[in-house]
């Protein structure tokens, strides 16, 4: 589910929304109820593994031997 990060540009509350892209208006703040709110970027939601190569990609992790 598309769930995003607004702050209220009049009271300064940071809040998060379910918003979908169908949706023509942003929502309001929670707080003061205004309208004049903007999306935050925020981090994704994801991790990567393996090792940061100096060529900014990664690489994967040297294999363990396994136990048994």
Do not use: W
Not at 5 to 29: H, M, Q, T, V, Y
């Amino acid at each position: 589910m598309p769930i995003f990060e607004f702050i209220c540009k009049d009271c300064g509350r940071e809040f998060e929304e379910l918003f979908l892209s169908s949706d023509k208006n942003a929502p309001e703040c929670p707080q003061c109820r205004s309208a004049n709110v903007e999306k935050l970027m925020s981090a994704g939601n994801f991790r990567a593994h393996g090792i940061p190569s100096g060529s900014g990609g990664f690489t994967p992790p040297p294999c363990s031997p396994s136990l048994g």
